[in-house]
Structure formats: structure tokens, C-alpha cells
């Protein structure tokens, strides 16, 4: 494991019952690229990110959706491939409390729901950088079962703003 889930609450500033990362299990550079070389966030275009998520039964969103027939809600998956994109970027940092880092969700397209996530799914979030302009960036995601069934997936656009903590 990468990221443990107290190194994910000093990175990411989600609290439950909106931090829907439990770990992240690998952060990798595209082939050829040094952490040591990066100066900008287009240099992480190619970056990937795998990350993990238990949907317990206890989940306060499943409580209302729906009672009786608990299914995880489609906008709350693709909160979950915008909470893992922003991972990208810890290459760029040696130690992950010393930066803030803010991945605010710009745009979200072509998002498709494939099966029901339910409680007691342990799933897979699947994120990488395919472009970057600026502080903008664009992630191809998708979110799979623990055995590499696809449930959903989305592009997801955010602004990438990575700073020095006060």
C-alpha cells in the first residue's frame, strides 16, 4: 500500500461520510520519467493511479439509497474517480503533509454506470493523466470489482493546484 488512509486525510481535505478512498495502492510514472524530473503537472501526463474503496453496509449515502436495496449512487463514483485523480500528483512531493494540493472538479463527460456497486464491495478506482494545460487537467477513470469486472467509468476534468502548506 502506497498511501495509507491517515496519509489520505493530510493529502486530500474529504472527511467522512465524503472520503471515499480507504487506500491507495500504487502511483506510477509513465516509463522512462524520474519523480526527481518532475517541475509541472503536465510532466505527470501518463501517470496512473489505482486506489481501493470497502462499500460497507454502514455507508450513510447507502441509508437513502435505497433502504432495503442499497446501491451506491452513480455521482458519488465519480466523486470517488475525482478523489483518486488527484493522487497524480504525489510524485511530484517527497513528503505529502509538507503540500496542499487541490483537485477541484471542473468537468465531468461520458460517465457511465455498468452494474450496481452494493454494500460489501471491495472496489478498485482507476485513474490516469491523459492531458494537462496549465492547472488543468484531464483523467480517463473507471472504477472495477476486486476480480477486474468495469462498474463505471468517466472522464473527469479538474483544476490541479499543488502548493506549500501555511
Not at 437513502?64 to 436495496?69: D, E, I
Not at 454494500?119 to 482507476?126: G, Q
Request: aromatic share 4%; proline share 5%; charged share 25%.
Amino acid at each position: 500500500m502506497l498511501v495509507s488512509k491517515d496519509k489520505i486525510k493530510s493529502f486530500l481535505p474529504h472527511r467522512p461520510p465524503f472520503l471515499f478512498i480507504d487506500a491507495v495502492e500504487s502511483v506510477e510514472l509513465p516509463e522512462g520519467v524520474k519523480a526527481e524530473d518532475l517541475k509541472a503537472p503536465k510532466d505527470l501526463i501518463g501517470t496512473k493511479v489505482k486506489a481501493h474503496f470497502k462499500v460497507t453496509h454502514d455507508l450513510e449515502i447507502l441509508k437513502g439509497h435505497f433502504p432495503g436495496n442499497p446501491i451506491l449512487p452513480g455521482v458519488v463514483q465519480v466523486e470517488m474517480m475525482a478523489q483518486a485523480s488527484a493522487f497524480v500528483s504525489v510524485p511530484m512531493m517527497l513528503d505529502l503533509s509538507t503540500k496542499d494540493v487541490e483537485t477541484l472538479l471542473v468537468n465531468v463527460e461520458n460517465a457511465k454506470v455498468r452494474k450496481a456497486i452494493i454494500a460489501e464491495m471491495d472496489i478498485v478506482i482507476n485513474t490516469i493523466m491523459i492531458k494537462c494545460r496549465g492547472q488543468i487537467a484531464s483523467y480517463e477513470c473507471f472504477i472495477e470489482s476486486s476480480d477486474g469486472e468495469k462498474l463505471s467509468e468517466a472522464m473527469v476534468l479538474a483544476k490541479l493546484v499543488i502548493k506549500d502548506k501555511v
